[in-house]
């Protein structure tokens, strides 16, 4: 498959969406609709109070705050290459009066922070933009101190389900797959993570899968949160052609028996 004008943004690329406002609105949504679920997952991490802790491609920030919150005494560093979230996360920042959070811009293909510096590294919705994981993996090793945690959140297009069966939905599913593909990231990367992390060397490398179901967000925010927006990895010709998909999908969400449900994949991995 060919790739085109491959960016170290990969597959996400803030600003070229048809509809930047909505985008925004998407990622806070994203941060809120399933915190409690996303708490769970820092504790079980090993996210404690007092960490010193690095939101690696953080975009508009949303999480970060939520991490700050999270850790206390500690603080949060959010880091991103798109200007226009990083000024997003500023604004996050004081509309939250959060003292322990700070943002910057920075690539995660060339971090430009202290080495042996983390305890804890969180990287959420990344890594299926990314074109070079490995390359990111071992950036990531060198900031984290002896005995720090990598903890990857993303998901994987094996585990989404959609009831009524529906050939719009699955079809529409794969589409959007391949053209990130072609735009350099990678929908199955869930599955990818705990094989990444111990080729990179990380240790007590280990993967949970965490189901969001429309039974806990709504169908429409299911659709909305984790469906649609992947029009975005298609060509302006393909957008075309997915709007009867697309028409079809919502009509077949609005049945009253309609179920959606996705897994959240957590990988994590220690440097020893
Ligand atoms: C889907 S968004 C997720 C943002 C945030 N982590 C969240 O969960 O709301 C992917 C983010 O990765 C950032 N990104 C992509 N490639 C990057 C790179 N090479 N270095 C730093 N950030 C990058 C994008 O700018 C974007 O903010």
Redesign the pocket.
């Known amino acids: 498959m060919s790739t085109q004008n491959l960016t170290?943004?990969?597959s996400?690329?803030?600003g070229k969406f048809k509809k930047n406002a909505e985008e925004l609105e998407r990622?806070k949504l994203?941060?809120t609709i399933a915190l409690k679920q996303e708490q769970e997952i820092w504790s079980e991490s090993g996210l404690k109070p007092g960490m010193k802790v690095l939101?690696?491609?953080?975009?508009?920030g949303?999480?970060a705050c939520e991490l700050a919150k999270a850790i206390g005494d500690g603080d949060v560093t959010g880091?991103?290459?798109?200007e226009e979230?990083i000024a997003t996360a500023h604004q996050a920042k004081e509309s939250e009066g959060l003292e322990n959070v700070s943002f910057a811009l920075?690539?995660?293909?060339d971090l430009n922070l202290p080495e042996n510096s983390f305890d804890f590294v969180y990287?959420?919705?990344?890594f299926q933009?990314?074109e070079k994981p490995e390359v990111?993996l071992s950036n990531v090793w060198k900031i984290l101190k002896p005995g720090g945690v990598l903890c990857i959140?993303d998901i994987d297009d094996n585990w989404t389900s959609f009831s009524p069966e529906s050939d719009a939905f699955v079809k529409f599913i794969r589409k959007t797959g391949a053209g990130q593909k072609r735009k350099g990231g990678n929908r199955l990367i869930g599955s990818q993570l705990f094989g990444l992390l111990t080729k990179a060397g990380y240790q007590e490398v280990s993967t949970t899968i965490k189901p969001i179901t429309s039974e806990d967000i709504g169908i429409n925010y299911f659709l909305g949160v984790a469906v649609l927006f992947r029009v975005e990895m298609l060509t302006r010709l393909q957008k075309l052609l997915a709007l009867p998909q697309l028409r079809k999908i919502k009509k077949a969400a609005a049945a009253p028996n309609a179920w959606g449900a996705l897994g959240v994949f957590a990988t994590t991995g220690t440097k020893r």
């Not at 939101?55 to 508009?60: E, H, I, K, Y």
Request: hydrophobic share 45%; aromatic share 14%.
């Open positions: 170290d943004a990969g996400y690329q803030f990622l994203q941060t939101d690696l491609a953080c975009g508009p949303f999480t880091v991103d290459i798109n979230l920075g690539n995660l293909y990287a959420r919705f990344v933009h990314l990111a959140l």
